[in-house]
Each structure stands twice: as structure tokens, then as C-alpha cells.
């Protein structure tokens, strides 16, 4: 039944037609969407009925905001830049040494660059609100907690990015470095380093661009910041005061980004 078919051409030769599974395939797929619908109590009825008559009811709640509140949250979204800020610093410092011992090219112990690619691979799987749950069970609610998961976070994505990287470097001048008898590290800094310097930087920066929306939810997790505020005035239902916040992240994730691209430009 399953078996592919064979035709005879006109010279005589034979070829096998392969078997299609195209039908099969999309039979799963179909299967799995069912089952996905089931599990989820999907309803197309709510997505494409209700769910456009309470957004557009959600809209209305959001205006008129005040005017006024927007003097309250600049302490917040200044707290929010300085927790990514350092958190996208301190994953950046633990990353550096480790791109290079999770690099294959320059890691020759298969021991240890298993390890530490097995370990990144678990960090890298928890997502930053779980981090940040998880910290505050040891270190409390806070911005302090934010700083520490965005930084773990920033920690795992950097390194695999740059060991990604690392491994398609142009590995001669570190070789050659270390046939003269430089230390490895030496011929790291002064061989790998700048090839890998500016999609560093941009990594970095991209990093930063990212944890500055991540800031923003780690506030429902008690972990500080604009999304603290956030939070707190929509569990208050006070829409009006939600605008404002809303417009100042908008605006803020818009000027990081703006910024970020063009420094990533310069960098390229």
C-alpha cells in the first residue's frame, strides 16, 4: 500500500515514482490543529465575534487618560532603563569569558565544552519571568530581582549567539599567535577579538533593546519597574491612569530602538 510505484518509460528504462506523502501530511496537521482546539477551548466564535466587541469596549475605556499621572511615572520608567541597563551589563561580563570555553575552535576540552553547553542549554530553556519568580522567593520583590533575571537571561541568549559566531572566525592568526608562544588568551584578545567585536556590540545592544520590553512584564511578577505600575492600576481597573503608561513605554521601547539601530549600523 505504502510502497512507491514503479513506471516503465518508452526506451524501456524503469523509474520509481516516489511515494507521496502530502496527503498523510496534512492529515496529521489537520489532527494535530483538532486536538490543539480541543485542548485549548478554542472557539472561533470568540475570536472573530466577541473578542473584536470588548477590544474596541477596552479602547473605549483607555480615553480620556489623565493628563496629569504622567508626572508619576517617569521615577518608574528611569528604574525600569536602570534594571535593564545593569542587568543587560552584568549578562554581558558573565558571557564574555564563557563564549569563549563554549566555543569548539578554541575549547579543545570536550569535557568541559559539554558541560558548559549542556548547562547554557538549561539556562537558556526558563524564561525570564520564571528567573524572576524564582529570585524573589530568595531575595524578595523588587527592581533588585529584575536586575538578576535579566541579567541570567542576557547571560544565556549572548553567550549562544557569540560562540555561535565564534566557531566561523578565521581561526589563522589565532594559530599563528600561538605558535610564536602567546598565551592562549593573549591570541584571543588579539586574534578573535577583533572579528568578533562588532557582532559583540551589536548582540549587546539588541540584548538591551529586548530586555527593556521584558522589563515591562517582569513588573507582574513583583519584580519592580514600569510594570509594577502597570500592574497595579489595571488590578485597580483605573484606565485612565493605564494610558499614560502605556504611551511612555511605547515611547521608550521606540527611542531605545531607534538608537540601538542606528549604533548597530555604525557597528556593522
Same mark, same amino acid.
Given at each position: 500500500m505504502f510502497r512507491s510505484k514503479k513506471i516503465v518509460l518508452e526506451n524501456g528504462h524503469s523509474v520509481v515514482k516516489p511515494f507521496n506523502w502530502t496527503p498523510f501530511i496534512i492529515l496529521g496537521v489537520l489532527l494535530i490543529i483538532?486536538? *490543539?482546539?480541543?485542548? $485549548?477551548?478554542?472557539?472561533? *466564535? &470568540?475570536? !472573530?465575534i466577541e473578542a473584536p466587541t470588548k477590544f474596541v469596549q477596552f479602547i473605549d475605556r483607555l480615553f480620556p487618560y489623565d493628563n496629569n499621572y504622567f508626572s508619576r511615572i517617569w521615577v518608574p520608567i528611569i528604574e525600569t532603563l536602570a534594571m535593564s541597563f545593569i542587568g543587560t551589563l552584568l549578562g554581558t561580563i558573565l558571557a564574555f569569558p564563557t563564549m569563549y570555553f563554549a566555543s569548539s575552535n578554541l575549547n579543545q576540552n570536550k569535557l568541559s565544552l559539554n558541560i558548559i553547553r549542556v548547562v547554557l542549554g538549561i539556562v537558556r530553556t526558563i524564561p525570564l519571568t520564571v528567573y524572576a519568580i524564582l529570585l524573589s522567593i530568595v531575595f524578595g520583590l523588587g527592581? !533588585? &530581582?529584575?536586575?538578576l533575571a535579566i541579567g541570567i537571561f542576557t547571560y544565556s541568549?549572548? $553567550?549562544?549567539?557569540?560562540?555561535?559566531y565564534i566557531e566561523t572566525v578565521n581561526m589563522s592568526p589565532f594559530e599563528a599567535l600561538l605558535a610564536t608562544g602567546s598565551s592562549r588568551f593573549k591570541a584571543y584578545w588579539v586574534a578573535i577579538m577583533p572579528q568578533i567585536s562588532g557582532v559583540f556590540l551589536s548582540q549587546i545592544l539588541y540584548n538591551f533593546e529586548m530586555n527593556i520590553r521584558s522589563s515591562a512584564i517582569l513588573g507582574y511578577v513583583g519584580a519592580g519597574g514600569i510594570g509594577l505600575m502597570l500592574n497595579y492600576q489595571i488590578g485597580l481597573q483605573n484606565y485612565s491612569n493605564v494610558t499614560p503608561i502605556l504611551i511612555v513605554i511605547f515611547m521608550t521601547v521606540l527611542v531605545v530602538e531607534f538608537a540601538s539601530r542606528a549604533l548597530r549600523k555604525r557597528l556593522s
Amino acid at each position: 500500500m505504502f510502497r512507491s510505484k514503479k513506471i516503465v518509460l518508452e526506451n524501456g528504462h524503469s523509474v520509481v515514482k516516489p511515494f507521496n506523502w502530502t496527503p498523510f501530511i496534512i492529515l496529521g496537521v489537520l489532527l494535530i490543529i483538532w486536538f *490543539s482546539s480541543t485542548l $485549548t477551548d478554542f472557539e472561533p *466564535s &470568540v475570536l !472573530f465575534i466577541e473578542a473584536p466587541t470588548k477590544f474596541v469596549q477596552f479602547i473605549d475605556r483607555l480615553f480620556p487618560y489623565d493628563n496629569n499621572y504622567f508626572s508619576r511615572i517617569w521615577v518608574p520608567i528611569i528604574e525600569t532603563l536602570a534594571m535593564s541597563f545593569i542587568g543587560t551589563l552584568l549578562g554581558t561580563i558573565l558571557a564574555f569569558p564563557t563564549m569563549y570555553f563554549a566555543s569548539s575552535n578554541l575549547n579543545q576540552n570536550k569535557l568541559s565544552l559539554n558541560i558548559i553547553r549542556v548547562v547554557l542549554g538549561i539556562v537558556r530553556t526558563i524564561p525570564l519571568t520564571v528567573y524572576a519568580i524564582l529570585l524573589s522567593i530568595v531575595f524578595g520583590l523588587g527592581s !533588585f &530581582v529584575g536586575m538578576l533575571a535579566i541579567g541570567i537571561f542576557t547571560y544565556s541568549i549572548l $553567550t549562544k549567539m557569540m560562540y555561535d559566531y565564534i566557531e566561523t572566525v578565521n581561526m589563522s592568526p589565532f594559530e599563528a599567535l600561538l605558535a610564536t608562544g602567546s598565551s592562549r588568551f593573549k591570541a584571543y584578545w588579539v586574534a578573535i577579538m577583533p572579528q568578533i567585536s562588532g557582532v559583540f556590540l551589536s548582540q549587546i545592544l539588541y540584548n538591551f533593546e529586548m530586555n527593556i520590553r521584558s522589563s515591562a512584564i517582569l513588573g507582574y511578577v513583583g519584580a519592580g519597574g514600569i510594570g509594577l505600575m502597570l500592574n497595579y492600576q489595571i488590578g485597580l481597573q483605573n484606565y485612565s491612569n493605564v494610558t499614560p503608561i502605556l504611551i511612555v513605554i511605547f515611547m521608550t521601547v521606540l527611542v531605545v530602538e531607534f538608537a540601538s539601530r542606528a549604533l548597530r549600523k555604525r557597528l556593522s
